[in-house]
């Protein structure tokens, strides 16, 4: 950085032939700030710079712009800012926008017999933060049973910008199974009829049939508002699971602040060794207690806040500094809200997140995952029929459930999900489908892409 | 790297600088304030849009404020009339920097190898149209007319026809003749025409400036893509659209996805005015795939979901199935909301599922989000109820007991107001569990008795069977 004194102003404008400064009164001490130590017309960024300067030193001195046009005119550079160099802009013909003076061409337009041939520049994005990466399961070398380890995380770029960096691991799908049925849209239950009394066969189902990466087993019975099952039959679900499928699983409690940590303790000490993911500790539980049990059985904990980033920076926080979570156990659960109910929040509230480990924040630099099940909320997704009557009539809820599923869990990977908790078969194929297509990994071709203008279809 | 002065002062030098309060702001600075962050728009200050009719002075200011507050992403209109659309016009590149502006437009598309009847068909579709959302109707913007027949006349016939729906168009033929004939027929309607390419571009070209119509460009090159945009704009064409082809699947695109991402930070992070326009993607492209239409409905909906996200300010579809629309503009809709001011709905009072007097009375913020939840978790659990809305500027349960918005006085207006005790043959009301610290406030405010349901609304119908009705 150096500072740029009136003096070397002038010089510069100097050597930029800009002889006379017209109507200028300069008061005070000026100084401009410009990055690097020289100005050299053959590296355009500290010139942009420069102007960038001065136009917030005329703002300032509240002079026009018409000295900074002067002088970008004679780089030859275009300023983005639209000032009418030649000729006014020509506004679309908006018809507010009537009043601009719409300039005509000339009436014999000469139109150009070539091209311009000009090159285009991509921008790259670097940033100085990483993703942690964090591994879920541990196999027979690693101490546990587990046929393989799923990684997450480790991204230096926005979700699949593999153009500014690489992005070692693609977001994984976990199905979710219930220790005890539980309330499902119609559409979804037709696919688990068979196995909602078996949480091991259930598990089983979702990897060979459809495909998960990883099973949840969501321990509601636990609920004091439902069986109240005590923690420790709870546990022998979680042992179940291990014994029906080899791949890492995740345990999930009931969602009650006073029994979950209990709960979560004895399935960790029953999954010892198996590196599973305890889901989840919140601001208002015991949270210390949970991240206690996933330290001494080295598990990966969920650590989950609705909504708010600085909720999610605190809970990161007490996790990582009071309860001294390795940066390489924690995984977030930012909360996920359906599409069209809160996606929105949800999606800014994840992006902003990412864009913040991204930075550098170092409280925020982990894996997210996704409760995209949510999505079976929206009633659009599960109802027969719209119950508003001027509606355009819904359609099969058939087709509407799982694409509602899809959408919201594509949104949320475009805003740096790596994990997402789903359910229906359907939606994780296209989903998974959809990782491996933006992270460059799919195979299929169109040959004429020209083809659907012309398609009688 | 962005230029642009932005303060108010810069704008607010340029203004009468009377106060006069024509423009509903109290003083000019605000004004200019309000124009500098896109809530108003310049031509409400009437003296200076009257001054510019007589004072060649006046009207560079007014030209100069239009210039200075120019958005970074070029805006172009389609169509005419109340109907018409504005596409563009973006500042940022992720919308809690600022927001995103304009919708994603849709287009539907109809082809003139098509019987009449079902042209008509789908044109009724997209103007009848209705999504209810947030309280209000989402609708569709557009019909996009292609040209399968390769007959000038029999396009031009059927671009006539559609124009007369009334919707914004875009009349898609690489072929200059069709679309020199339907222009003849339509262009006053201000139809986006699609496309010119490596191929056609010299026709296309007068045909833009000849008919004063927005044109695209479409091409998978950036290089190309870019030298024709510059070229056109340089040729005086200003309303250009942005075609970098869409690859439906694969390697394809993920390559799709790369180009419009790097066209669009190249135009707000390097300040590359050159492909600083409009972008359009072809989610259409879907049925170029093998599979059942499904499959293929599906993968549209995937490559729209996709950019609606990122950078689509146009799309063409093809799709009219709900499980195709009903998700896009529902998607459209959240990522298109002003994230700056939260989403509200109307406090008051709101039966749900048919109530009786016997059944419960909830409260709730009129947070949409909260409202919205709270909502859809008693319909789907079959609860029937009174739900009390209470006015809480759009800010949460528990944010707005902590900051004084949801407060036993208020509570008690809102009973009064809604007149629920005419409504209802008790006095009890059910109060989120994030508020539980009210209880004994409203009780003594309202004489009503207050219970505290659960704090996730996803949890009151368990709370109801073992609280409902309440014990004496
Ligand atoms: S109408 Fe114009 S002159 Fe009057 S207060 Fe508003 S900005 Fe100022």
């Not at chain 1, 153009?163 to 049925?181: H, T, Y």
């Not at chain 1, 979950?260 to 015991?286: F, I, N, Y």
């Not at chain 2, 950019?307 to 146009?314: E, G, H, N, R, T």
């Amino acid at each position: 950085m150096k500072k740029f004194t009136l003096e070397e102003f002038f010089e510069v404008l100097k050597k930029y032939n800009v002889e006379e400064i017209q109507g200028v009164k300069i008061e005070g001490d000026l100084e401009i700030e410009l990055e690097g130590s020289a100005i050299d017309l053959s590296n355009l960024l500290p010139v942009m710079n420069l102007i960038n300067e001065l136009a917030n030193f005329f703002y300032h001195a509240k002079m026009t712009l018409t000295y900074l046009q002067r002088i970008s005119s004679m780089l030859g550079i275009q300023i983005p800012i639209q000032l009418p160099l030649v000729q006014p802009e020509i506004k679309p013909a908006v018809p507010e926008i009537k009043l601009v003076p719409e300039v005509k061409l000339p009436p014999e337009i000469k139109l150009p017999e070539k091209l311009l041939d000009l090159k285009f520049k991509p921008y790259r994005a670097e940033w100085p933060g990483k993703i942690e990466e964090v591994k879920l399961g541990a196999t027979k070398s690693e101490g546990g049973t587990r046929e393989y380890i799923v990684t997450l995380g480790g991204e230096r770029a926005l979700a699949f910008y593999t153009f500014d960096s690489s992005q070692p691991n693609l977001p994984v799908v976990a199905i979710d199974v219930f220790d005890k049925p539980p309330a499902l849209a119609k559409s979804v239950k037709v696919h688990y009829e068979d196995v909602l009394n078996d949480p091991a066969e259930w598990a089983k189902k979702c990897v060979k049939k459809f495909g998960a990466d990883l099973v949840t087993i969501h321990l509601i019975s636990t609920d004091p508002l439902l069986e109240n099952r005590p923690a420790k039959e709870a546990a022998k679900t979680v042992e179940d699971v291990l014994q029906a499928v080899k791949c890492p699983i995740i345990v999930g409690g009931s969602g009650n602040k006073d029994k979950d940590p209990e709960v979560l303790e004895k399935a960790a000490e029953v999954s010892e060794g198996e590196r599973v993911m305890l889901a989840s500790a919140t601001l208002d539980m015991d949270w210390e207690r949970i991240a206690n049990a996933a330290k001494k059985h080295g598990h990966v904990i969920l650590s989950w806040t609705q909504l708010d980033i600085n909720n999610q920076k605190t809970l990161n926080r007490y996790l990582l500094r009071r309860a001294k979570v390795p940066r390489n156990s924690l995984v977030m659960d930012p909360t996920t809200a359906a599409l069209g109910y809160g996606l929105d929040y949800a999606f800014t509230n994840m992006e902003r997140i990412r864009m913040s480990g991204l930075k550098g924040d170092e409280d925020l630099n982990f894996p997210i995952s996704s409760g995209t099940t949510n999505a079976w909320g929206a009633r659009e997704a599960w109802m027969t029929e719209s119950p508003i009557k001027d509606d355009t009539p819904w359609g099969p809820r058939e087709l509407r459930g799982p694409i509602w599923e899809i959408v919201t869990g594509l949104t949320l990977a475009l805003a740096g999900v790596d994990m997402f908790m789903m359910m229906h078969p359907v939606a994780v194929a296209t989903l998974k489908e959809i990782f491996n297509t933006l992270g460059g990994k799919s195979k299929f071709e169109v040959k004429d892409l020209d083809a659907w203008i012309n398609m009688e279809v | 790297m962005t230029l642009k002065v932005k303060s108010p002062l810069e704008i607010y030098n340029l203004l009468p600088k009377t106060n006069c309060k024509e423009c509903g702001y109290d003083t000019c600075m605000s004004f200019a304030a309000h124009i500098l962050d896109r809530t108003a728009k310049v031509f409400d200050c009437k003296p200076l849009v009257r001054d510019a009719e007589k004072d060649p002075k006046a009207k560079e200011a007014l030209q100069k404020i239009l210039d200075l507050t120019a958005p970074e992403i070029a805006e172009v209109v389609i169509g005419v009339g109340s109907s018409a659309i504005k596409i563009g016009g973006e500042e940022v590149l992720h919308r809690h920097e600022q927001t995103f502006y304009n919708p994603t437009a849709f287009f539907f598309d109809v082809w003139d190898t098509m019987d009449d009847k079902k042209i008509e068909e789908r044109c009724d579709w997209v103007v009848s149209y209705k999504k209810f959302y947030v309280g209000k109707f989402l609708t569709l913007e557009g019909i996009a007319v292609r040209c399968t027949s390769n007959d000038p006349k029999r396009f031009a016939e059927v671009a006539k026809k559609v124009s007369e729906y009334g919707k914004p168009m875009i009349l898609i033929s690489l072929d200059p003749k069709c679309m020199e004939a339907a222009l003849k027929e339509v262009s006053e309607k201000r139809p986006l025409i699609y496309a010119a390419t490596e191929k056609n571009w010299k026709e296309f070209l007068k045909l833009a400036l000849d008919y004063k119509v927005p044109v695209t460009i479409r091409c998978k090159n950036l290089d190309l893509l870019k030298s024709m945009a510059a070229t056109f704009r340089q040729a005086g064409v200003k309303d250009i659209v942005l075609d970098p082809v869409t690859e439906p699947v694969g390697q394809g695109l993920k390559a799709t996805f790369e180009r419009v991402i790097q066209i669009r930070r190249a135009a707000i992070e390097n300040g590359d005015k050159d492909v600083a326009y409009p972008i359009i993607v072809t989610p259409i492209s879907a049925w170029l795939l093998d599979g059942d239409n499904v499959t293929k409905s599906y993968w549209e909906t995937v490559i729209g979901g996709i950019f609606i996200v990122k950078y689509a300010d146009a799309m063409i579809l093809h799709s009219t199935e709900q499980h195709v629309v009903m998700p896009l503009i529902t998607l459209r809709f959240n990522i298109y909301t002003d994230p700056r001011t939260p989403v509200q709905v109307q406090p008051g009072l709101r039966a749900i599922g048919n109530p009786s007097p016997e059944d419960p009375v909830f409260i709730t913020t009129n947070f949409a989000l909260t409202y919205y939840t709270v909502e859809s978790d008693l319909t789907s659990a079959n609860i029937k109820g009174w739900l009390l809305v209470l006015n809480t500027d759009g800010i949460c349960v528990e944010a707005s007991v902590a900051g004084g918005r949801f407060t036993a006085s208020k509570v008690k207006s809102l009973l009064e107001e809604t007149k629920i005790a005419e409504k209802v043959n008790h006095k009890y009301l059910i109060i989120p569990g994030l508020a539980a610290r009210l209880q004994g406030q409203i009780e003594d405010e309202t004489g009503w008795k207050v219970l505290v349901g659960p704090i996730d609304s996803g949890r009151i119908k368990g709370w109801l069977e073992k609280n409902w009705p309440p014990k004496k």
